[in-house]
Nanobody, 124 residues
């Protein structure tokens, strides 16, 4: 069962914009190290698109730099991916991913969680 829930995908013309949203349970959001967006096309590997740490540091794939922006909303337990100037090659299923560390007195344990994905289709 997906712990993260994406929304906001759809069909858009080249040059258009979409904003993807990812809702996370508070227990995941409060313990996350990074939140990430990946994308995947049929027959290919799932590739990292953008990442943001709990400190706010961001990383982007070269192909989306200057066009995509990842952000966090701690009040709503949400992570967003604003996608501008979309291109047909951005067409993919986009997945939200959380890297989480849960610390107790005895140990630290790492987890990771995925969403179910949301389809983005950019027409030329």
């Amino acid at each position: 069962q997906a712990q993260l829930v994406e929304s906001g995908g759809g069909l858009v013309q080249a040059g258009g914009s979409l904003r993807l949203s990812c809702a996370a349970p508070r227990r995941i959001f409060n313990n996350m190290r990074t939140m990430e967006w990946y994308r995947q096309t049929p027959g290919k590997e799932r590739d990292l698109v953008a990442a943001i740490s709990n400190g706010g540091s961001t990383t982007y794939a070269d192909s989306v730099k200057g066009r995509f922006t990842i952000s966090l909303d701690y009040a709503q337990n949400m992570v967003y991916l604003q996608m501008n100037n979309l291109k047909p090659e951005d067409t993919a299923v986009y997945y939200c991913h959380a890297e989480v560390t849960v610390a107790t007195i005895e140990r630290k344990t790492d987890f990771d969680y995925w969403g179910q994905g949301t389809q983005v289709t950019v027409s030329s």
